[in-house]
């Protein structure tokens, strides 16, 4: 008998399993840029929304920028809900989390006395390009639903910024407003100029 009339004759159920071994390849290079030596600080206070929040770690993490949580969040980052949600790039963002703004001012201006903080607001007349940023500076932001808080809006009305929208929205989503003055803060510092793969 041969070996097909063998197979044939076998019960389907049992019939052997043929397995490849599947091998990765490593994954192509990307277009990286050099972090700067003294990191740019993104600054949430009190956010309300986890997307919005893994989003914004990614770009933190992607950008070498540390990442501030301030206040009560509306979820939790401990490592079980995280792994949970299925964020797998936690272990490469700078997490940092102060119980008050006041806290991470203080925390902040440690680390980078020469920061300025930078506000930002969908009520602000100052487009974020009109700003000039620095090394250390700080990238505000408040909770999806109301924004920052009033007090501190006033406290710091010099430095309040918002993105012009060219439609009639309410207001950007959170993390995609993080990203467009982060990378613009980066793309002032020359961070972008020097790029390699990698």
């Not at 301030?70 to 792994?83: A, M, N, T």
């Not at 932001?141 to 910024?161: C, I, K, N």
């Not at 929205?169 to 995609?176: D, E, G, P, Q, T």
């Amino acid at each position: 008998m041969c070996v097909a009339d063998e197979l044939k004759s076998f019960p389907s159920s049992r019939l052997p399993v043929q397995t490849q071994s599947v091998s990765f390849a490593p994954p192509p290079p990307r277009l990286r840029a050099k972090p700067l030596a003294t990191p740019l600080h993104v600054v949430l206070v009190e956010p309300e929304i986890p997307p919005n929040t893994g989003n914004i770690a990614r770009l933190c993490a992607a950008t070498a920028s540390p990442l501030h949580l301030v206040g009560p969040l509306g979820f939790r980052i401990d490592e079980h809900s995280v792994r949970r949600a299925g964020v797998d790039y936690w272990h490469l963002v700078d997490v940092r989390t102060h119980s008050t703004f006041e806290a991470f001012v203080a925390a902040w201006s440690r680390e980078s006395p020469a920061g300025r903080l930078h506000l930002f607001s969908a009520l602000a007349t100052v487009s974020y390009l009109s700003a000039a940023y620095a090394a250390g500076d700080a990238l505000v932001f408040g909770r999806e639903s109301v924004g920052l808080p009033d007090t501190l809006l006033r406290a710091h009305a010099d430095r309040v910024l918002a993105i012009p929208t060219l439609g009639a929205v309410r207001s950007l989503n959170l993390a995609n407003a993080v990203g467009i003055a982060l990378y613009e803060s980066l793309r002032q510092l020359g961070a972008l100029n020097y790029t390699f793969t990698g």
